[in-house]
T-cell receptor, first 108, second 114 residues
Framework: DAKTTQPNSMESNEEEPVHLPCNHS???????IHWYRQLPSQGPEYVIH???SNVNNRMASLAIAEDRKSSTLILHRATLRDAAVYYC?????????FGTGTRLQVFP | DVKVTQSSRYLVKRTGEKVFLECVQD?????MFWYRQDPGLGLRLIYF???????EKGDIPEGYSVSREKKERFSLILESASTNQTSMYLC?????????????FGSGTRLTVV
């Protein structure tokens, strides 16, 4: 499975946009880019995924670089409830292999 | 609301006991998975199943087995519990073609082996 690289931690203030980066320089043409988040004391939660084009849903936006070697998860207005560990994962099979993720802290 | 339900939130078992962790999903998903999560090590895949009575080893299957007799239920079995199996266990499910959709996770079972 191709690897992803994410910063260990990031900080944001409430109601500000947050851009969470992910590098995946060895991505293959069939790899989908998935994002999950894990709130404290809960199981991971699906956020968004994409292949080549940028994607939006009610939770977040996913911006994918033209060469697909990096992507950015965008939370448009961070809330305290967005404090979590965010995982960027490449998938081309039914298996989901987690890295260490980015711990996002949100300050009031 | 779609759900993955794990039978226990907290469990305490003794060394050497046989332990069953149960997971049930109500989404008619083909795929089911068991992970464990430990501080500093993240989530690691133990076993997964693509269909009833089918199972595949994940990255850390040693000391574990699984059972999938019905589509909705996937059980993780610790044949003889040891203290190094103290961990948070997470069950998940997804439809076939999972790269096109998300996994749904349960809330986890925190197992302590004493």
């Amino acid at each position: 499975d191709a690897k992803t690289t994410q910063p260990n931690s990031m900080e944001s203030n409430e109601e500000e946009p947050v851009h969470l980066p992910c590098n995946h320089s060895t991505i293959s043409g069939t790899d989908y880019i998935h994002w999950y988040r894990q709130l404290p004391s809960q199981g991971p939660e699906y956020v968004i995924h994409g292949l080549t084009s940028n994607v939006n849903n009610r939770m977040a936006s996913l911006a994918i670089a033209e060469d697909r070697k990096s992507s950015t998860l965008i939370l448009h207005r961070a809330t305290l409830r967005d404090a979590a560990v965010y995982y960027c994962i490449l998938r081309n099979t039914d298996k989901l292999i987690f890295g260490t993720g980015t711990r996002l802290q949100v300050f009031p | 609301d779609v759900k993955v339900t794990q039978s226990s939130r907290y469990l305490v078992k003794r060394t050497g006991e046989k332990v069953f962790l149960e997971c049930v999903q109500d989404m008619d998903h083909e795929n089911m998975f068991w992970y464990r999560q430990d501080p500093g090590l993240g989530l690691r895949l133990i076993y997964f199943s693509y269909d009833v009575k089918m199972k595949e080893k994940g990255d850390i299957p040693e000391g574990y087995s699984v059972s999938r007799e019905k589509k909705e239920r996937f059980s993780l079995i610790l044949e003889s519990a040891s203290t190094n199996q103290t961990s948070m266990y997470l069950c998940a499910s997804s439809p076939t073609g999972g790269q096109l959709s998300g996994y749904t996770f349960g809330s986890g079972t925190r197992l302590t082996v004493v």
